[in-house]
């Protein structure tokens, strides 16, 4: 796909998470590896749902602007999670609501932050990491996220909110969803002690579709 589709992608995808609340305000941002190892990247204090192509800003392979607008402060974090996740091509950062409380709860559980609720999110986002508060754009963040070890495609950012990384933006879009609304599901279901997925679906799941899980089992298993 050419560059100019690649930005308009970025720019339809935006619209559409903003469109639907997910992020909002000038909240969130989104990155795209680009072939020749450069990115488009969504530019700081910009609404995703009025982005303009022209304005995203293209940074080289080491990561200097080229073009555009001032990218977004939390390159760090989009950095550290390509640098580790040799796969992803495309990170998804929002504010969504769901995904901001769940990293508010005392239960949660840094290893698995939310249960095998359903089984497309774990084939869409496998398992989910939280790490502990950083300020926006703190650099010590990338930190944190290199000490996952690329185990995690999905991480939760305590009071600040989801990041997923994919092979494509698509992917990562419909992660990122999926993830908001598993959250929404568990802040339902709380204390009502659902019927999870039991370990042995969750490994069904994982030899069919070829799912990479971490491997830990959620502490919480109300699975029958």
């Known amino acids: 796909m050419s560059e100019s589709r690649l930005r308009e992608e970025i720019c339809r995808y935006g619209r559409s998470l903003f ?3 997910l992020t909002p305000g ?3 941002n989104i990155s795209l590896r680009l072939d020749d190892g450069g990115w488009l990247v969504t530019p700081t204090n910009a609404s995703l749902g009025f982005l303009d192509p022209a304005r995203l800003a293209r940074l080289d392979a080491g990561g200097v602007l080229v073009s555009g607008d001032q990218p977004t402060k939390e390159i760090p974090l989009h950095n550290a999670l390509y640098e580790s996740r040799g796969s992803a091509r495309a990170i998804v950062h929002l504010h969504s609501t769901h995904a901001v409380a769940l990293t508010m709860l005392p ?5 698995a ?3 095998p609720m359903t089984p497309y999110y774990l084939m869409r986002a496998g398992q989910t990491a939280l790490l502990p508060y950083y300020r926006p754009g703190d650099p ?3 930190d944190a996220i290199r000490g996952l070890a690329g185990r995690y495609s999905s991480v939760l950012l305590a009071n600040h909110g989801p990041v997923v990384a994919g ?12 993830l908001e609304e598993t959250a929404k599901l568990y802040l339902l279901l709380r204390n009502l002690n659902p019927r999870y997925l039991s370990p042995a ?3 069904d799941l994982a030899k069919n579709f070829d799912l990479d899980l971490p491997d830990h089992e959620h502490g919480h298993d109300h699975s029958e």
Not at 107 to 111: A, F, G, L, Q, Y
Not at 167 to 178: G, K, M, N
């Open 26 to 28: 000038s909240s969130g």
């Open 201 to 203: 679906q969750v490994g």
């Open 113 to 115: 932050a939310l249960p």
């Open 19 to 21: 469109e639907r609340g």
């Open 140 to 142: 010590a963040v990338a």
């Open 107 to 111: 239960e949660i559980d840094p290893r």
């Open 167 to 178: 092979d494509s933006l698509e992917t990562a879009v419909f992660a990122t969803e999926e």
